[in-house]
Structure formats: structure tokens, C-alpha cells
């Protein structure tokens, strides 16, 4: 699909999920102003330490760092009240276990003053051992957050997982941003974590899971809502 991108939204992009006023930030995080929510999916902590464990390709050792980063920003930004991790916060449970001293307290930092919150994940289905509670899943209000989409769920259903990833041509150019996904009834959240690829929006697992109005939400800047049904597949 050929776009052109709107003027920058530096606070991001608005959206309703099941009556509820939420905000799509440019960073991939997720606001609910009202009750002081942030929610984050997919940080893969641990992801290069995990891949050079099992012997696959050496990834950029600097991404842990930076996903913590960029999570110690919007929480300076917004000063949430509640930290939510929608799951796969670790690559598995024995990154969680094998974090840096520096790194774990970077963690315990963030989950100071605030309440803090990890749905498991198919990558990290234990408790990981640091402050914070585990959770399988967690309803509050009429939102309802888990790691994996449930076809069968109801309206107001928040999750991660797929790491989706917006691609479309502009300018003459090919670009690939991670997006939320969202119809209105559910919303899934692209990947937080850095260099975590991506599954593409447009993708058929996609369909089971949103009705014909959904949109992508593009991060980074400027952000920019596009339909989904529009993207190339």
C-alpha cells in the first residue's frame, strides 16, 4: 500500500477498546490514562544470551539494555501507577535467572512506587523471580489482558505475542514499522523489546482474530493509522 504519513502525534495515537479511552504510544507501549496503565508485550529480556546459549547466530548484545531503556522513558514520561508486561518479558526462564546485577536492578527500580505485573508468556511461563506479580492472565475493569488472543474471547481483549509489523511502500520506498492491531474489540500490541521481529499485519493468522474495520497503528514518528484490509499481502 502507498501512504503518506500525517504530521507527528509525539503523545501517540488515540483508540477505544470496548468503551475504554486508550492511547497508542509512538514506542509501542500502550497508555490508559484513567487508570494510570502502562502496558508493555514482548521485551524477549535475555534474547541474545538465550540464542548464544543454543548455539544459534550471535545477536547485538546491547538490545536487554535498551529494551529497559526505552521502558525507563515512558515510565519517567507518564509515571504510571501500574506496570503491565503482557507476557514473554524473558526469552525463557533461565534469561530471567541469568540477568546482570545491573539489569535486575534497573527492574527492581521501575517496580518501585508502583504496582507491577507479568502475564506469563509461551516463552517465560514461570514467575521470574523478581519484584512484581505473576499472573496468568489479569482483568481489570472491562479490559481484559493476556500474552496470547483468544479467538473466542469477548470485546475488550489486550495481548501481545505476534510481534505485528506494519509493511507498505512510500515514496517509492519499502518500510516495515511494528503496529497495534485493533478493530475495536481487541487490540494486540507489537513487540517492545529490541530486535524481536515481526509477523506481518496483513498475514492470514490475523484474520480468525478481527473483523473488516480493523487498523494498523504504526509506532515510531510520525505515527500513522492505516486499514488493515489495505495493506499488501
Request: net charge positive.
Given at each position: 500500500?502507498?501512504?503518506?504519513?500525517a504530521e507527528p502525534a509525539p503523545a501517540g495515537l488515540p483508540l477505544m477498546l470496548a468503551?475504554?479511552?486508550l492511547t497508542a504510544c509512538p514506542s509501542g507501549a500502550l497508555w490508559w490514562a484513567d487508570a494510570r496503565l502502562l502496558a508493555v508485550a514482548d521485551l524477549h529480556l535475555g534474547r541474545a544470551e538465550r540464542t548464544a546459549r543454543h548455539g544459534g547466530a550471535l545477536?547485538?548484545?546491547?538490545?536487554c539494555a535498551d529494551t529497559l531503556l526505552r521502558l525507563e522513558a515512558e515510565v519517567a514520561r507518564l509515571a504510571p501507577a501500574h506496570l503491565l508486561c503482557l507476557g514473554d518479558s524473558f526469552d525463557d526462564g533461565?534469561?530471567?535467572?541469568?540477568?546482570?546485577?545491573?539489569?535486575?536492578?534497573?527492574?527492581?527500580?521501575l517496580a518501585a512506587g508502583r504496582q507491577l505485573t507479568w502475564i506469563a508468556g509461551n516463552h517465560d511461563p514461570r514467575p521470574p523471580g523478581l519484584p512484581g506479580e505473576a499472573r496468568a492472565e489479569a482483568r481489570i475493569?472491562?479490559?481484559a489482558f493476556r500474552h496470547i488472543a483468544a479467538p473466542e474471547a469477548g470485546a475488550g481483549e489486550i495481548s501481545g505475542h505476534y510481534h505485528p509489523k506494519a509493511r507498505l511502500a512510500l515514496r517509492g520506498q519499502r518500510i516495515a514499522r511494528p503496529c497495534f492491531l485493533s478493530d475495536g474489540m481487541r487490540l494486540i500490541l507489537p513487540a517492545f523489546g529490541t530486535y524481536t521481529g515481526g509477523l506481518d499485519a496483513a498475514a492470514p493468522a490475523f484474520?480468525?482474530?478481527?473483523?473488516?474495520?480493523?487498523?494498523?497503528?504504526?509506532?515510531?514518528?510520525?505515527?500513522?493509522?492505516?486499514p488493515r484490509s489495505g495493506l499488501a499481502r
Open positions: 500500500m502507498t501512504a503518506s504519513l468503551g475504554t479511552a545477536l547485538p548484545p546491547y538490545a533461565e534469561a530471567a535467572r541469568r540477568l546482570s546485577p545491573d539489569l535486575a536492578a534497573r527492574i527492581a527500580r475493569g472491562p479490559l484474520d480468525p482474530l478481527f473483523g473488516g474495520q480493523a487498523q494498523a497503528l504504526l509506532t515510531g514518528q510520525p505515527m500513522v493509522a492505516l
